[in-house]
C-alpha cells in the first residue's frame, strides 16, 4: 500500500519525523469513505482529504463516527465550496478595490459550525485545519465549553500578515496602486483576512482556543505564481519563514517563547496523542536549536525549498534556525 510504502522509505531514508494522514474518502472525491481501519492499522494518524472539503454532511457523519472508534481525528479544510467557489482572496474592501471576487467569513465558518456539530452527534474528533476568522474562533470556543472533541490550527501568516499584502504596500483606499499590487505570492486558501481577524487569531493562541501553530506550507514554483492573480495557484512557501515571522509575537509581547515552542512541538504531538514533541528523558532526540534575537532579511533565493513564493521577500525577521537534530543526528 501507499501507507506501507511512504513509511518504509522513510525508515530508510527520512531526515525528518514522517507521520502519513489516510484520505477520508476515496480518492479524495467525497462521495465514498475510504477503508479507514485498515489505514489505521498501517500507521495512519489522522484521516483528511487535504485541500478538499467534505462537502456532504452525511460522508462527514459517517467518517467522525468511524474516526471515534478508531480514536483519531478528522483534519478539515472548512470551505463551503457554492460560496468560495472562483473566490481569489478575502471579501472586503481590498477584493473591491482590486476587482477580485472575495471569499466571505461564513463559507469557512458555515462548515466549522455543521462539522463541530456532527462532531457533538458523533462522539468524534473534528480537527479543523488553518483558522483564519472570528466567527470560526467563536464557535470552536464554544464547542469546547460544550465538551465537543473540536481542536484547531493556525499558521504562522494568519496571525501576522493582513489582506491588504495583496495590494502592495499601500494600505489606503485612496492612494494609487503601486506596481507591487495583486501580490500573487500572498495568495493562499484560506485567503489573508482583515487586520481584526488577524487580531482574533493572535487572542485564540493567548486564550487556549487555538490548540496548536501548523505552518501549511505550500510550495509553487514561479511558472504557478508568474501568471494573473485570479490564475496563480494558491500557497505560501512557509517553512523557511515560520519561525522568524512567528517571533514577531514573541518580540511584540503578544505570546511567550515558551508559548509559542509549546504550540509548535508538544502539543501537537499531544493532540495526536502522541509521546514525542519533548525533551523527556527516553524520548527521540528531535531538537531545533534557535537564536532568538539574530535578525536576517527574507531572500527566497537562498531557500532550501524548491518553492521561493513567499511575500516576505526582503522582510527584516528575528529569530532564526540555527540547527536541527533527529533522533539525535544533526541534519542542518
Known amino acids: 500500500s501507499v501507507v506501507e510504502y511512504v513509511l518504509k522509505k522513510a525508515k530508510e531514508t527520512a531526515q525528518i519525523r514522517v507521520l502519513p494522514i489516510g484520505c477520508v474518502t476515496v480518492g479524495r472525491k467525497g462521495k465514498q469513505l475510504s477503508e479507514m481501519s485498515e489505514l489505521a492499522e498501517l500507521g495512519v494518524i ?49 477584493s473591491n478595490r482590486l476587482g477580485l471576487k472575495g471569499m466571505p467569513n461564513s463559507a469557512e465558518e458555515i462548515m466549522v459550525a455543521r462539522d463541530l456539530s456532527l462532531a ?25 465549553a460544550r465538551g465537543i472533541r473540536g481542536t484547531c490550527e493556525v499558521t504562522p501568516h494568519h496571525l501576522t500578515l493582513s489582506e491588504t499584502l495583496v495590494m502592495g504596500p499601500t494600505e489606503d483606499s485612496f492612494v494609487p496602486l503601486s506596481r507591487d499590487a495583486y501580490n500573487t505570492n500572498a495568495k493562499v486558501n484560506p485567503p489573508l483576512r482583515n487586520q481584526s481577524d488577524v487580531r482574533s ?15 501549511d506550507h505550500a510550495p509553487h514554483n514561479q511558472v504557478d505564481k508568474t501568471t494573473t492573480f485570479q490564475d496563480a495557484a494558491f500557497g505560501i512557501s512557509v517553512l523557511e519563514t515560520g519561525f522568524g515571522s512567528l517571533m514577531t509575537l514573541v518580540d511584540n509581547g503578544h505570546i511567550d517563547v515558551n508559548t509559542l515552542i509549546k504550540k509548535l512541538t508538544a502539543d501537537p504531538a499531544k493532540l495526536l496523542g502522541m509521546d514525542i514533541g519533548s525533551l523527556k528523558k527516553g ?18 533565493q537562498t531557500f532550501l525549498s524548491k518553492g ?20 539525535g543526528r544533526k541534519i542542518y
Open 46 to 94: 489522522g484521516f483528511s482529504d487535504d485541500g478538499d472539503p467534505i462537502e456532504d454532511s452525511n460522508i462527514m457523519r459517517q467518517a467522525l463516527s468511524y474516526s471515534a472508534g478508531l480514536k483519531l481525528p478528522i483534519i478539515n479544510h472548512c470551505e463551503v465550496p457554492t460560496l468560495a467557489h472562483g473566490a481569489s482572496m478575502n471579501e472586503g474592501w481590498v
Open 120 to 144: 457533538e452527534l458523533t462522539g468524534g474528533h473534528i480537527h479543523i485545519a488553518h483558522v483564519s476568522t472570528m466567527g470560526t474562533l467563536n464557535l470552536i470556543k464554544a464547542a469546547k
Open 201 to 215: 487569531m493572535v487572542e485564540g493562541l493567548q486564550n487556549g482556543t487555538i490548540d496548536v501553530i501548523a505552518t
Open 283 to 300: 524520548n527521540s532526540a528531535d531538537i531545533t536549536v534557535f537564536d532568538p534575537s539574530e535578525t536576517w532579511i527574507v531572500n527566497p
Open 308 to 327: 521561493k513564493n513567499t511575500p516576505l521577500e526582503g522582510t527584516l525577521l528575528k529569530g532564526k534556525i540555527k540547527a536541527t537534530f533527529f533522533k
